[in-house]
């Protein structure tokens, strides 16, 4: 936005009016356009510089989500495999060792044992629930990688942007205005 202003705004100098005022001012107004190319070219020169920089941050950026989705596909592979390992492990304690403790506490009838039932159940139902909160966490992962993409390629049109405004614009006006 700055290099468009700065652009634009070049050479808009008040004009004196009239036919007289073009002639007499001629030759001062050759050295102002001097001066005023000179200062808007230093202008023009920081905000290339400063271009630059944001262009680095931008491929940094860039190069950083990168990593990011490939972190974030592997957590998602992970979470799926410890989900998958707790779903089965939970599903064979609740079909083996559950039912067994719950024979034994029928068949005693000590309270000891039921009670030994009932806390194996609640931990079972914990079990499940941290289950259900994996789940959870890998759709937040799902929903994160299109995200990631949608901001790396945001970050890179920007990027282009100031690459054409580096290479093209303030080139073509330096030439325009030499």
Known sequence: ????????GFGKEEDEGGF???????????????????????????????????ELTL?????????MYDMNQQYHKELTMYIIAGKLRCKELRETELPRLQKVAQESGKTEDAQAANDYANMLGRFEKKLHDLELTRM???????????????????????????????????SQMT
């Open 59 to 67: 491929m940094k950026d860039i190069a950083m989500m990168d990593k």
């Open 140 to 174: 937040v992962s799902v929903q994160m990688s299109p995200q990631i993409r949608m901001i790396q390629n945001n970050d890179s049109v920007m990027a282009e942007k100031i690459r054409s405004s580096i290479v093209n614009t303030i080139p073509l006006w330096k």
């Open 20 to 54: 007289l005022g073009f002639f007499k001012k001629k030759r001062d107004k050759l050295e102002a356009m001097k001066t005023s190319y000179a200062k808007a070219e230093v202008n023009v020169d920081k905000i290339a510089d400063q271009l630059q920089k944001h």
């Open 1 to 8: 936005s700055s290099l468009v202003v700065e652009l634009k």
